[in-house]
């Protein structure tokens, strides 16, 4: 986040909806734009890694939420039906 002054990569992060405010217990600051794990470009290897993990325990779970993302569709009969028929065409 920026502060005004300078960017701070925020850790433990705090909703008052009360205040309509927030807070952090500590954070890392910088003077530039900090660089993200979520900024990282992921090798095949690891992206592949990455997906088995994802996948290892909930593979109908992610195929659905895989549907979801690329074809913009919340209803969960229609994702059970379009994970079912792509889980036992592969």
Do not use: Q
């Amino acid at each position: 986040m920026f502060t005004g002054h300078n960017y701070c990569l925020a850790k433990g992060i705090h909703v008052d909806p009360d205040k309509d405010a927030f807070s952090w217990d500590f954070g890392d600051y910088f003077d530039e734009m900090p660089i993200t794990k979520a900024d990282k470009r992921h090798s095949l290897d690891e992206m592949k890694d990455i997906i088995n993990a994802l996948t290892s325990k909930e593979y109908e779970t992610f195929v659905k939420a895989l549907i979801s993302t690329e074809k913009d569709i919340d209803d969960d009969n229609i994702l059970d039906v379009l994970s079912y028929v792509l889980i036992k065409t592969i």
